[in-house]
């Protein structure tokens, strides 16, 4: 089957077009026939390589895949040749006490597929195996690319959100990145549950984007200062919610633009891992710093259901062909992506 796989980490140039073997299916597996994969910045972060994290070589990258499934393992129950599935790529054990206990992040052998998994392990092949438990059925009002597009930035704000977060009718909710993969989702999910979505981005462009998605209100950071226009918009209050991936860059002003005892979520930090730190809004405000990671099953389901029912929807910028994933990286480096890019082999 053809892949992009790499052996080292490096720019652009490492990712090669491959011929690889098929993968066997195990007794828990399915193999699926991929239709389309979603682009995601861990796969920039898989070829750059990140200090204090093995990537297993050669890799192949993707952590999410829509496609068919054509084989299934002998204990598997629950899925059969021919479903339309896509894929939780959030892997762990299933078996351990934290797992048991329903959190699978805390597993000793939790991995991100197509991150963290391998040798040959990831979406962007045509082919790939992975546990029956994640698959979760493809809505039959989606295209492939509008599926592949969902998993990741869908599960992963779902839960930052919903679940860590507890987010609330009325609450205002600092967006950074409104026009990014995970801001996209953000957006939408803020105007389900009627909160109200403060979107970042730092062109116009993407502010009309965002604005499309059901933005309240809009900031461009490129020419406003965003601490300045959220005292303007609270009312001097501050935000609820901040919705933070970016990291370093932007750490202090979203402690600034929080309200007394309110809250920042925080799954990534494209910008940088080190952030400052004033203890004193710690305490003194009562103000919370909750992290988040990927996201279950049961939340990627529980999400679904609103996208079947068209309430939260894709965001495809751009589908390429598999071959050009380098182009794809590149965009991502760039910050030039509204929603998400797709790549089918």
């Known amino acids: ?53 093995d990537v297993i070589m050669p890799h192949i990258s993707g952590s999410d895949a829509a496609g068919i499934v054509e084989a299934i393992g002998s204990e598997v129950e629950t899925v059969k040749i021919g479903d339309r599935v ?41 082919y790939a195996c992975v546990p029956a438990a994640n698959v979760v059925a493809a809505p039959e009002n989606l295209s492939w690319t509008d599926a592949a597009s969902l998993p990741l930035v869908l599960v992963t704000t779902w839960r930052m959100l919903t679940v860590r977060a507890r987010i609330s009718p009325g609450d205002y909710v600092l967006v950074w990145g409104g026009a990014g993969g ?16 403060i979107a970042v981005a730092n062109t116009d462009e993407k502010l009309d984007f965002c604005r499309s998605l059901g933005a309240s209100y809009l900031i461009n950071r490129a020419r406003q200062r965003v ?20 990291g370093e860059a932007t750490w ?11 809250s920042i979520v925080v799954c990534g930090a494209t910008t940088g891992f080190v952030a400052k730190v004033d203890l004193r809004y710690l305490w003194n405000k009562q103000q919370m710093y909750i992290g988040s990671h990927y996201g279950t099953v049961a939340e990627l389901s529980d999400a679904m259901a609103f996208v079947q ?14 071959e050009d994933v380098a182009r794809a990286h590149e965009k991502l480096e760039r910050g030039v992506v509204m929603g998400k890019l797709v790549l089918v082999p």
């Not at 995970?182 to 979505?197: N, S």
């Not at 300045?228 to 970016?246: A, C, N, P, Y």
């Not at 029912?309 to 598999?322: F, N, Y």
Request: aromatic residues 8%; contains cysteine.
């Open 86 to 126: 896509l894929v939780n790529g959030s892997f762990s054990c299933r078996s351990c006490a934290e797992c048991m206990r329903g959190n699978p992040f805390h597993c000793q052998s939790y991995r991100i597929w197509g991150f963290q998994t391998g040798p040959l392990q990831g979406a962007q092949a045509e």
């Open 227 to 246: 601490v300045r226009e959220v005292q303007k918009i609270t009312e001097r209050r501050g935000v609820d919610l901040v919705f933070e991936h970016v």
């Open 182 to 197: 995970l801001g996209a989702m953000a957006i939408q999910i803020c105007r389900l549950f009627g909160a109200h979505p």
């Open 309 to 322: 029912r068209g309430l939260i929807k894709p965001v495809v910028m751009e589908v390429l062909p598999l």
């Open 1 to 53: 089957m053809r892949a992009i796989v790499f052996d080292q980490h490096g720019g652009t140039g490492v990712l090669q077009r491959r011929e690889v073997p098929i993968p066997q299916v195990r007794a828990d597996e399915v193999l699926l026939r991929i239709h389309a994969i979603g682009v995601n910045y861990n796969d920039v972060w898989a070829r750059r390589g990140m200090p204090g994290m």
């Open 252 to 262: 202090e002003a979203s402690i600034n633009a929080l309200k007394w005892g309110g």
